[in-house]
């Protein structure tokens, strides 16, 4: 099923990210992908982390978190247990999430993030020959080729979202699920 990401007319519902102000839009993809609909004013003040490591593009929108500014195309990787401070969207934004595990919330005191983070810019990073690994699941190709096991793909910059053993043509970001 080839699913335009920022067209979808996929089954949502609302959610309230735990320590959130207003609750999100969320509409479940595929196994732990979800588009996820921020409305304008969200924020998150609590700190916190999760059990699980959460990988993102940012498709529509600005989303800050713990200081860092995504914008529309940037690629975030936020590592299991990475402390989040200071989350918010401003102006609303919409973005394709997926968690490598149990995405429960741990609220802290702590104040200062310490684990690594990783912002990326999909259509303009330079690729390697061989592909850009971005997590433990995840990677930056810009040629077709074919998977020995089914992948879910982004297409950048159009922003589709399939599940498929055959990469198409350009740039994609390839995340392979259990």
Same mark, same amino acid.
């Given at each position: 099923?080839? &699913?335009?990401?920022?067209?979808?007319?996929?089954?949502?519902?609302? %959610?309230?990210?735990? =320590?959130?102000?207003?609750? &999100?839009?969320?509409?479940?993809?595929?196994?732990? $992908?979800?588009? !996820?609909? %921020?409305?304008?004013? @969200? #924020?998150?003040?609590?700190?916190? /982390?999760?059990?699980?490591? *959460? *990988?993102? +593009?940012?498709?529509?929108?600005?989303?800050? &978190?713990?200081?860092?500014?995504?914008? $529309?195309?940037h690629h975030g990787?936020?590592?299991?247990?990475?402390?989040? /401070?200071?989350?918010a969207a401003p102006? =609303?934004?919409?973005? %394709?999430?997926? %968690?490598? =595990? *149990?995405?429960?919330? !741990?609220?802290?005191?702590?104040?200062?993030?310490?684990?690594?983070?990783?912002?990326?810019?999909?259509?303009? &990073?330079?690729?390697?020959? =061989?592909?850009?690994p971005l997590t433990?699941?995840?990677?930056?190709?810009?040629?077709? +080729? /074919?998977?020995?096991?089914? #992948?879910?793909?982004?297409? +950048?910059?159009?922003?589709? @979202?399939?599940?498929?053993?055959?990469?198409? *043509?350009?740039? +994609?970001? !390839?995340? @392979?699920? #259990?």
């Amino acid at each position: 099923m080839l &699913v335009d990401l920022l067209d979808a007319e996929l089954p949502a519902r609302d %959610f309230l990210i735990p =320590g959130a102000n207003l609750p &999100v839009r969320q509409a479940p993809l595929d196994g732990s $992908a979800s588009l !996820v609909r %921020f409305p304008p004013f @969200w #924020a998150r003040a609590e700190h916190g /982390h999760y059990l699980a490591g *959460e *990988e993102f +593009v940012l498709l529509e929108g600005e989303l800050c &978190v713990s200081g860092i500014t995504y914008r $529309a195309g940037h690629h975030g990787w936020l590592p299991a247990g990475a402390l989040r /401070h200071s989350s918010a969207a401003p102006g =609303g934004a919409l973005a %394709f999430t997926s %968690f490598d =595990g *149990e995405d429960t919330w !741990v609220r802290s005191e702590l104040d200062e993030p310490d684990g690594p983070t990783l912002r990326t810019p999909l259509d303009s &990073v330079v690729i390697p020959e =061989g592909g850009l690994p971005l997590t433990p699941h995840s990677a930056l190709l810009d040629t077709p +080729v /074919h998977l020995d096991r089914p #992948a879910e793909m982004i297409t +950048v910059p159009t922003w589709t @979202w399939e599940r498929s053993t055959l990469i198409p *043509e350009g740039r +994609v970001l !390839v995340r @392979w699920t #259990a």
